[in-house]
Structure formats: C-alpha cells, structure tokens
C-alpha cells in the first residue's frame, strides 16, 4: 500500500467488517467550507451538515509546508542513528532518515550535482537509473557534511522538532500522484471496476513520459480523458520548472511549493456533496473561484462571498462549536462527557458517563451506549484538532467481551473516514484502547476559555457561550427521559438574563419543544458558567 504524507493511504487499512456484522450505509453528506481571512493568518472550517468537522490555521508566509520541495544542504551525518540533519532554511535544521532516501537516491543525488554545477545534463526522459538502493545501507556511504540534496518536506516542524524531510518525491495532482524517478502506474484500491481501470490506465500510458510513475486517485474515477492528461501534464511541468531552478539557485532554497491548505481541501475532497465554499475576503475569492474553475468549472458557482455584517463564524455556528469542541471538556449526550489531555508524547481521552449510571437499570447496557456515543465523538476530535502520535483512550469499562467487541468494531467504522494513516487496537482488560495516527502537521488549537469576570482576569472558566447549549441537553434530558412538567432553573444574572431576553427567548422555545413549564431565577451566588435545575417539590436534580 502506498501512503502519501498529503493524501493518506489510497487504500483502507483497517480490516473488513466479521461475517454477520450489521453494514450501516452512511448517506453522502452536505459539506461546506467556510474561510476567514484576517491580515496574518487564514482559519479553515469544514462543515458536515453545519457540523464541524475540520479546523485548521495557517498562517500568512510562514512556509515549510508538507510537500514543498527543497534544495537543502547537508549539515551533520548521525551514523548512530544511520540519519542526517539537513538546513533547508529553517530554524531547526531538517531531519532525515536513510529509510526516507527512496530506492533512487544515487540517480536524484548525482543529477543534482551535475545541475548545481552547471554541467549539461541529458533530459529527464533519458536518464539511466542507477541500481535502487537496499533497506540496510548506511547513509554516510551516500551523502556527505556539505552535500547538496533534493528533499521534501514530510512532516511540518512541530514543538522543538524541526521539519522531517523525504528525498522520495512525489507532487500531488488533483486526480494523480506524480513520481519522477519510477516507471510503475499504480491505482487505489477503492477503484473497484475492472473496465474503469484498464480506461485509466491506458490515458496514462498514452500521455506520461518516460521516467515518471503515476498513482490514479480515486477521484479519478469517472472523469474525462483529458482531465486526467491536464493534470499529468501539468505536474510534469511543475517538475521540469523545479529541475530548472536548480541550475540557478543556491542551497537552501524552495524549487516548488504546495498550495495551501485551503487549495488542498478543495483539490483533495471537491466533488458531488461539497455545496458551497463561503468566503469573508474578495481577494481569496477570487483566488478560489479561479482555481475551482481550473479543476470543476462547473462548481465556480458554490463559490460564495459572505457580506453579512455579523462575523462569519458565528454566522455558521463555528465560533460556538470551537469553543466547545477544543476545550479539555467536551460534553455527549444526556450528561456524558470526555476529558481530554495533551502532553508532548501522547494524548489521554476519559470517556465518563456523568449521571446516567444512577438512573439506569441496566448498567451494562448504558456503559456500551456512552462507550459507543463517545466513540463517534472521538473519532470526530482526533480529525478536528488533528491529534497524531499516540492516542490512549480510557472508555468506561465493560464486562462482556462482545460489548467489547462492539466497541472496537465502531471505533474502526467511525474511524474509516479520517483521511490519515491510522492504527487501532483492541481494548485491554483495563478498557484502554490505544490509537496511533499519522502526525504530518503541528495539532489544531483554539483557544476554548475565556477570562472570567469575577476574577478579573486571574483565572479562567468554561465559555459562557456554551452554558445555555449545556442546560438545553439537562432540560430535555428531565422533560422527554423523565417525564418532568415543570423545572426552575437557577443560573447567574448574566445567564438568567441571556435565557429570558429576545422572543422567542431559548426559555421559551425550551417551553414549546419540551411540553414543559421552565422557570428562570437569577442567583447571585451561582457561578458564571453554572446552573442549577430543582423539580416542583424543589428538589435539585443531579
């Protein structure tokens, strides 16, 4: 299988669903991408149904981006490590591994030599290979202090860490991936029909030069001949412009960079149920629409500038969803919530099930619903922030080993969407569930609390643009699973006021949707972000 540090794996890793497992058919989503631009950095939502599902920033001009290309030089040779260090121009010196060299490093190294010192050199198409290299060599037999390499940026710089390189070029297209320096035509696996293959195959022999591989993306799949021969050719161009720059240009240098990560999305998931792109800047519009027209021109149109007056985040609900989803609490359904830590090494998920557990009879049964519930959420997180490295999940611990089962089979189904390189292993006995997945970018942060007004500014609290969402899911909760008609509701001024103000205000929508009497009551000595719910005897109900 090959895996592409930009596109993850063309083909699904994760095993097979067990005979007489239940397949559940999801149906194609409503997905819509929202930008905000702001003079240093552009943040990215996508959307799934107004759900968010991915977030990223990127900021203006900071560069070593996955998939950029490098002309870099060698700084230090780590034999111990049968690596080296490499300056790309970075303020960490790049790392690479001898693994990371590809099987035609000898050929790229001494092409390179030859262009860097100005000496002719014969065209790509008619380069001879040299032998590949084997998976035991050392890397001083192949490069040395000083030298200058071709390289490409696998990893982003991330912590202390600087960039991790690759000399196994590979250049991204729309519907293929060019390899300079393979002559093997490969094709995903999710490209099922044979007759759709052979097709596929037979534009790419028919237009691809001599010295270049290709991989046929799945999203080639049903399109046009000369869409798939624009997109060769233009990578091939892409190449050759790169080769060129080299004769002229001194290490540490870029030859070719990869479009940014809104032109990505749109490149790598641009098809049938991507409904709109909405954008709060003119001048990245245009950009956008140019380049939709380049690829699809006939979805330019969902290419929409945003004019409102209020911010386009919280227009499109992202803003309340940020605040909650990146916080170290998140909250599930019916009072289950997850806890999530982050340290250097690894990131730790407690999945707890609140109060549900006292009020259920069948705990087995409600432990496995707030274990599945979360698991969806999870899998939900790790794509959101881009969580990477090791994942250790502690679910709530189950009894019966085909409700654990259960679980991992829905944590690989949930899991089968998440576009990076990925490993999940069973639960132990202590109910941990470990998760590796491919880490190729710093993690997603957004800030998720905000100063608290009591404390002036000391201390921090849960944002209070989430405090009515929370007592939204109690209320309904006592209404709907409870059976309870009246409820009071004890909150802080700054709350009760939101609750009760506008018509109609959430306390009376509550009122409506719920068939159940709501009473406000402001409380001095509530916390900002807290509330209290008390049945019609006055009882506080937890």
Same mark, same amino acid.
């Given at each position: 299988?090959?895996?592409?540090?930009?596109?993850?794996?063309?083909?699904?890793?994760?095993?097979?669903?067990?005979?007489?497992?239940?397949?559940?058919?999801?149906?194609?989503?409503?997905?819509?991408?929202?930008?905000?631009?702001?003079?240093?950095?552009?943040?990215?939502?996508?959307?799934?149904?107004?759900?968010?599902?991915?977030?990223?920033?990127?900021?203006?001009?900071?560069?070593?981006?996955?998939?950029?290309?490098?002309?870099?030089?060698?700084?230090?040779?780590?034999?111990?490590?049968?690596?080296?260090?490499?300056?790309?121009?970075?303020?960490?010196?790049?790392?690479?591994?001898?693994?990371?060299?590809?099987?035609?490093?000898?050929?790229?190294?001494?092409?390179?030599?030859?262009?860097?010192?100005?000496?002719?050199?014969?065209?790509?198409?008619?380069?001879?290979?040299?032998?590949?290299?084997?998976?035991?060599?050392?890397?001083?037999?192949?490069?040395?202090?000083?030298?200058?390499?071709?390289?490409?940026?696998?990893?982003?710089?991330?912590?202390?860490?600087?960039?991790?390189?690759?000399?196994?070029?590979?250049?991204?297209?729309?519907?293929?991936?060019?390899?300079? /320096?393979? =002559?093997?035509?490969?094709?995903? !696996?999710?490209?099922?029909?044979?007759?759709?293959?052979?097709? *596929? #195959? @037979?534009?790419?022999?028919?237009?691809?030069?001599?010295?270049?591989?290709?991989?046929?993306?799945?999203?080639?799949?049903?399109?046009?001949?000369?869409?798939?021969?624009?997109?060769?050719?233009?990578?091939?161009?892409?190449?050759?412009?790169?080769?060129?720059?080299?004769?002229?240009?001194?290490?540490?240098?870029?030859?070719?960079?990869?479009?940014?990560?809104?032109?990505?999305?749109?490149?790598?998931?641009?098809?049938?149920?991507?409904?709109?792109?909405?954008?709060?800047?003119?001048?990245?519009?245009?950009?956008?629409?140019?380049?939709?027209?380049?690829?699809?021109?006939?979805?330019?149109?969902?290419?929409?500038?945003?004019?409102?007056?209020?911010?386009? /985040?919280? =227009?499109?609900?992202?803003?309340? !969803?940020?605040?909650?989803?990146?916080?170290?609490?998140?909250? *599930? #359904? @019916?009072?289950?919530?997850?806890?999530?830590?982050?340290?250097?090494?690894?990131?730790?998920?407690?999945?707890?099930?609140?109060?549900?557990?006292?009020?259920?009879?069948?705990?087995?049964?409600?432990?496995?619903?707030?274990?599945?519930?979360?698991?969806?959420?999870?899998?939900?997180?790790?794509?959101?922030?881009?969580?990477?490295?090791?994942?250790?999940?502690?679910?709530?611990?189950?009894?019966?080993?085909?409700?654990?089962?259960?679980?991992?089979?829905?944590?690989?189904?949930?899991?089968?969407?998440?576009?990076?390189?990925?490993?999940?292993?069973?639960?132990?006995?202590?109910?941990?569930?470990?998760?590796?997945?491919?880490?190729?970018?710093?993690?997603?942060?957004?800030?998720?609390?905000?100063?608290?007004?009591?404390?002036?500014?000391?201390?921090?609290?849960?944002?209070?643009?989430?405090?009515?969402?929370?007592?939204?899911?109690?209320?309904?909760?006592?209404?709907?699973?409870?059976?309870?008609?009246?409820?009071?509701?004890?909150?802080?001024?700054?709350?009760?006021?939101?609750?009760?103000?506008?018509?109609?205000?959430?306390?009376?929508?509550?009122?409506?949707?719920?068939?159940?009497?709501?009473?406000?009551?402001?409380?001095?000595?509530?916390?900002?972000?807290?509330?209290?719910?008390?049945?019609?005897?006055?009882?506080?109900?937890?």
């Amino acid at each position: 299988m090959y895996f592409h540090p930009r596109l993850g794996p063309e083909r699904a890793s994760s095993r097979g669903p067990e005979a007489g497992t239940k397949i559940v058919f999801r149906r194609e989503m409503n997905k819509e991408l929202i930008i905000n631009v702001t003079p240093s950095e552009m943040n990215i939502a996508m959307a799934e149904d107004r759900e968010l599902v991915e977030f990223s920033k990127e900021k203006c001009q900071t560069g070593f981006a996955v998939g950029d290309i490098y002309l870099g030089r060698v700084r230090k040779l780590m034999p111990g490590l049968n690596a080296a260090f490499v300056n790309v121009g970075h303020e960490k010196d790049a790392f690479i591994h001898y693994l990371d060299l590809g099987p035609q490093f000898d050929t790229i190294h001494k092409m390179v030599g030859m262009l860097t010192q100005k000496k002719r050199v014969a065209k790509f198409e008619n380069l001879k290979f040299a032998p590949p290299l084997g998976k035991n060599g050392k890397i001083g037999e192949h490069i040395a202090v000083g030298d200058t390499i071709l390289v490409q940026i696998a990893k982003e710089a991330i912590s202390t860490k600087g960039p991790r390189l690759t000399a196994d070029i590979s250049l991204a297209g729309r519907h293929v991936v060019l390899l300079p /320096f393979s =002559n093997k035509i490969s094709i995903s !696996q999710k490209i099922r029909q044979n007759a759709e293959k052979k097709r *596929l #195959k @037979r534009i790419v022999d028919m237009v691809l030069p001599k010295n270049y591989g290709v991989i046929i993306r799945t999203a080639a799949s049903g399109t046009t001949d000369l869409d798939i021969e624009q997109d060769i050719l233009a990578l091939v161009e892409k190449w050759e412009v790169a080769l060129n720059k080299m004769k002229t240009l001194t290490a540490p240098i870029i030859l070719s960079e990869e479009m940014n990560r809104v032109g990505s999305m749109i490149r790598d998931r641009l098809n049938g149920d991507f409904k709109a792109i909405y954008v709060d800047d003119a001048n990245t519009l245009e950009e956008i629409r140019e380049y939709v027209k380049l690829i699809a021109p006939e979805k330019s149109r969902i290419v929409k500038l945003y004019k409102g007056s209020v911010p386009i /985040f919280d =227009n499109f609900d992202i803003t309340r !969803q940020i605040k909650s989803l990146f916080s170290r609490y998140v909250s *599930l #359904k @019916r009072g289950a919530y997850l806890i999530i830590e982050h340290t250097e090494a690894l990131h730790v998920i407690d999945v707890n099930s609140g109060n549900r557990t006292k009020v259920e009879n069948d705990q087995e049964r409600t432990v496995l619903d707030v274990n599945l519930g979360a698991a969806e959420e999870i899998a939900r997180q790790l794509r959101l922030r881009d969580m990477g490295g090791i994942i250790i999940i502690d679910f709530i611990d189950l009894h019966k080993s085909e409700n654990r089962q259960a679980l991992f089979d829905k944590m690989t189904q949930c899991m089968a969407a998440d576009r990076a390189k990925h490993t999940i292993l069973p639960l132990t006995k202590f109910g941990l569930m470990q998760i590796t997945r491919q880490r190729v970018r710093p993690e997603a942060i957004a800030e998720a609390t905000e100063v608290c007004p009591y404390c002036k500014g000391t201390g921090t609290v849960s944002p209070t643009l989430l405090v009515d969402k929370q007592i939204q899911d109690r209320v309904e909760y006592y209404a709907t699973k409870k059976g309870i008609k009246s409820l009071t509701i004890k909150a802080s001024p700054l709350v009760a006021a939101f609750l009760t103000k506008g018509f109609p205000s959430p306390r009376l929508r509550w009122m409506c949707r719920y068939k159940c009497l709501v009473k406000i009551l402001s409380d001095q000595s509530i916390g900002v972000a807290e509330a209290k719910i008390y049945d019609i005897k006055g009882r506080e109900l937890n």
